[in-house]
Each structure stands twice: as C-alpha cells, then as structure tokens.
C-alpha cells in the first residue's frame, strides 16, 4: 500500500468521535465487555441480546460508560451501562431508572476482560 494513502487515513482518524463501537474484531478487549454486557440480566425489551453492541462513551482504565444499541435506521439505543473494572460491577444507567440498577452477569467474561487488560498494559 502507497504511503501517501496511510497518512490521510491516519489523519482522518484522529478526527472520529471519542466513542467507539465495541466489538471483539477491533484487536481490543471491548469483545469481552459487550459479551458481559450481552450476558447480563439488563431488560433486552425490544432486540436479541446478541444484536446488541456497545458504544463506548468513557473509558479512565477504571470506569467504562457505554451505550447499548442494535443496528437500526433509527437511533437504536436501549440503554446505558457503567462497569467498575476493579469491583467487576456491572450497573444499568439507563435515563428512565431513579437509581443505577446492579446486574448480574456471566463472572467468565469479567476474567477475560481483566486478563486483556493486562496483556494491553504489558505489551
């Protein structure tokens, strides 16, 4: 491939949004918390768990805030989430709640983010 082609698509991706889509083909650990999230007991209403994708909004290496969506012509978002890495707590953010709902959630996806992680930060 030109080099001359690389740096304009470099460039333009410094200029994306600060969220991004989560999904395990990114070479990044997100795979793992979407399949947390899909795992979870977070009320799926209106779209298959296995639609549903996350949209990060926030992420300190502490906390991730995401947005859950399924591919519409719409805007698709069902909900929003907070995982607390070091606590493995998983909370429902969603706008119609009074108060942030804990959720349960398959523990073997937690395992895998963390140890992602930590492969990330050694290498």
């Known amino acids: 491939m030109n080099r001359f082609f690389i740096r304009p698509v470099l460039i333009a991706l410094l200029f994306l949004p600060h969220s991004l889509p989560a999904t395990a ?72 709640l009074d108060e942030p709902v804990a959720l349960s959630f398959d523990t073997k996806f937690a395992d895998g983010y963390a140890k992602c992680l930590t492969k990330q930060k050694a290498g």
């Not at 795992?39 to 639609?51: A, G, I």
């Open 25 to 96: 083909s990114e070479g990044s650990c997100y795979g793992y918390l979407t399949e947390l999230v899909r795992s979870s007991d977070f009320p799926f209403r209106y779209v298959d768990k296995d639609k549903v994708n996350l949209l990060i909004d926030e992420d300190d290496g502490e906390v991730v805030r995401a947005q859950l969506f399924f591919d519409t012509d719409g805007s698709g978002t069902i909900g929003w989430i907070k995982y607390t890495t070091a606590t493995h707590e998983l909370l429902n953010t969603s706008a119609e």
